[in-house]
């Protein structure tokens, strides 16, 4: 833009003069096109000579900077020069919303596409994560897509997250399955507590959280006394509690749908006796190998919240510093220790059981032996049916001749020490 107007010669400087012996010369005549320039108005520079054209989004605070560039999708050409193209409508939207998902009253009734692309663009941003915020947001989603969100929650050896995570691993409310093996719960904690509200909970896997009976109790009332709880519960992992009693079994037998059942590891002294009060009031029999539904490898994290569960691991998980001591002492001669903050399982209480201490227990595929122990309550004495009673039922019931009676089982009378753990609800 520095260029003159109507101009044929740019180097033409106009009449030269050269000072000699104290008077003026003019070296050069002034030319016709001089005079016609001379009398027309010098143009003026719209731009100054240092002036350089910018893209306006690099300019600004950093923050509406950031904003700006989302708007845009950079990619190379083959001839390495940058191209960017502008992001369609329904993006820019998607990503505006995410960005205030926080004020987001309801979403009930909205498409389950677009919310699962919303969900998937507030986790990217990591508004989930979010101390003020990420609660209620997370709640947003949860109360109008339920088991979409989140279906199967794994917990294990993870005691830090549920600590910090407490109030937002309580707004699953539609889990089917859940694993909180090795998270030191206890009797008294408030997550326990809210597991009893789950109605539709099928697999519950509860190894060593030192639980007593007291914890199943309180555990098992609503079943017991409302008919409201853990009733579609299938399959329950009670394993290495050793405050788990013989007393404490009677609170299990409200589990009427309960297909597996593993108490290996707890205070239970008279196995015989537990294995006879199980197979009678579960029909469930006991297994003479481990079982595969108490290796803990099909409860996984499944839902549109997985990455958001990681991303809450990754901030709470201990740091590395243990590792790094380990290393040291390696590096020394010394034996690396195994501790419990370099291992994501229980490698503890996951060796194999002996035979006499393994309790498990499941449900016949083929016929189960409660409809088998019912027949022979009517079939009087016919030998081919006093054939299938001997296979449905243990010797040591024939021996007693203990007769299972289903149909007139007693209701469970309550106690004052129930009237007093429902009034805590």
Known sequence: MSYHLNSESPFDAGSIYVRENGTLHLVNKVSSYANNVAQKPRPCRLFTKGFSVALCMNRGDEASGIRKKDHFIFTYTREGSLRYSVKSLFNLVLGFISDNVCHVDSLMGFPEQISEALFSAAEARQK????????????????????????????????????????????????????????????????????????????????????????????????????????????????????????????????????????????????????????????????????????????????????????????????????????????????KRVTTENRDQCTALDTELKASAMLQFYRRAAESSHLVLQKDASAGQNPELQKNK????????????????????????????????????
């Open 128 to 335: 989930f994560s979010e101390p003020v915020t990420g609660l209620k947001s997370l709640q947003t989603f949860t109360e109008a897509y339920g088991s979409l969100v989140l279906s199967s929650l794994c917990l294990r050896s993870r005691h830090l997250l549920v600590s910090e995570k407490l109030e937002e691993i309580k707004s699953f409310q539609k889990l089917t399955c859940l694993d909180l093996s090795c998270c030191r719960l206890g009797d008294a904690h408030e997550l326990l507590e809210h597991v009893t509200t789950l109605s539709g909970l099928i697999q519950l896997h509860l190894k060593d959280n030192c639980i007593s009976d007291a914890g199943l109790r309180k555990m098992t009332a609503p079943v017991r006394v409302m008919k409201q709880g853990l009733q579609q519960l299938e399959l329950l992992d009670l394993s290495c509690n050793p405050k788990i009693t013989d007393g404490g079994l009677k609170f299990l037998f409200c589990f009427s749908k309960l297909n597996s059942l593993d108490i290996s590891d707890t205070g239970v002294k008279d196995s015989k006796a537990a294995i006879l009060k199980i197979q009678t009031r579960l029909g469930l029999v006991q297994s003479k190998e481990p079982l595969k539904e108490f290796d803990h490898t099909d409860c996984k994290t499944e839902g549109w919240a997985e990455q958001v569960v990681l991303q809450w691991w990754e901030k709470a998980k201990p740091k590395d510093t243990v590792k790094r001591r380990t290393e040291a002492q390696h590096f020394y001669g010394k034996r």
């Open 390 to 425: 001997d296979v449905g039922f243990p010797k040591e019931a024939q021996e007693r001749n203990i007769k299972p009676e289903f149909a007139n089982q007693k209701v469970a009378q309550l106690t004052t020490a129930d009237w007093d753990l429902l009034n805590t609800y």
